[in-house]
T-cell receptor, first 111, second 113 residues
Framework: KNEVEQSPQNLTAQEGEFITINCSYS?????LHWLQQHPGGGIVSLFM???GKKKHGRLIATINIQEKHSSLHITASHPRDSAVYIC?????????????FGKGTHLIIQP | DVKVTQSSRYLVKRTGEKVFLECVQD?????MFWYRQDPGLGLRLIYF???????EKGDIPEGYSVSREKKERFSLILESASTNQTSMYLC????????????FGEGSWLTVV
């Protein structure tokens, strides 16, 4: 079973700072998701990656398949970015093993 | 847009009650999933279904059952709710053979008193 580790577990930063959240996993995967969960809310899929890099607005996600590592970056962070960010990996051929989730990174951006 | 809808956002139930959590998706997805999320434990798979009337146990099926009578609807059932089932429950769906793309519901917060 894949082990998914996220760091840091908690992060408090000032508005405008560049944020990096890391995710590492133990077994090869078919895809990796970065998810965002606001307090009291559901979960939104931000990115799905199987290689390289994706960008959406101020969010950038990268993955290094060889090193089994992914990062989520937030540029020019804003208080509305405050949320829990969860890394989830999809294992097995064609994702047959289903999703394994990290425990999440609780991000607070202070004005 | 794909939509996964969980009928109840917030519920409070008594110990021993039978609880139904409903999930509906509108994109004709074959795969549907129920997870629960707890502090410090992250998201864990309870049950999943890859077709109508088909179900498979996930990592923590004890105390739960599921029903998939129609393709668009996947129900999670707590036969006799207990306080340790107080949690946030999350439904998800994806296309068969394409679990790379998965869509999540808004979550259902259940408190058992």
């Amino acid at each position: 079973k894949n082990e998914v580790e996220q760091s840091p577990q908690n992060l408090t930063a000032q508005e405008g700072e560049f944020i990096t959240i890391n995710c590492s996993y133990s077994v090869g995967i078919s895809a990796l998701h970065w998810l965002q969960q606001h307090p009291g809310g559901g979960i939104v899929s931000l990115f799905m990656l199987s290689s390289g890099k994706k960008k959406h607005g101020r969010l950038i996600a990268t993955i290094n398949i060889q090193e089994k590592h992914s990062s989520l970056h937030i540029t020019a962070s804003h208080p509305r970015d405050s949320a829990v960010y969860i890394c989830a990996v999809l294992g097995g051929i064609g994702g047959a093993d289903g999703l394994t989730f990290g425990k999440g990174t609780h991000l607070i951006i202070q004005p | 847009d794909v939509k996964v809808t969980q009928s109840s956002r917030y519920l409070v139930k008594r110990t021993g009650e039978k609880v139904f959590l409903e999930c509906v998706q509108d994109m004709d997805h074959e795969n549907m999933f129920w997870y629960r999320q707890d502090p410090g434990l992250g998201l864990r798979l309870i049950y999943f279904s890859y077709d109508v009337k088909m179900k498979e146990k996930g990592d923590i099926p004890e105390g739960y059952s599921v029903s998939r009578e129609k393709k668009e609807r996947f129900s999670l059932i707590l036969e006799s709710a207990s306080t340790n089932q107080t949690s946030m429950y999350l439904c998800a769906s994806s296309l068969w053979g394409n679990r790379n793309t998965i869509y999540f519901g808004e979550g259902s917060w259940l408190t058992v008193v």
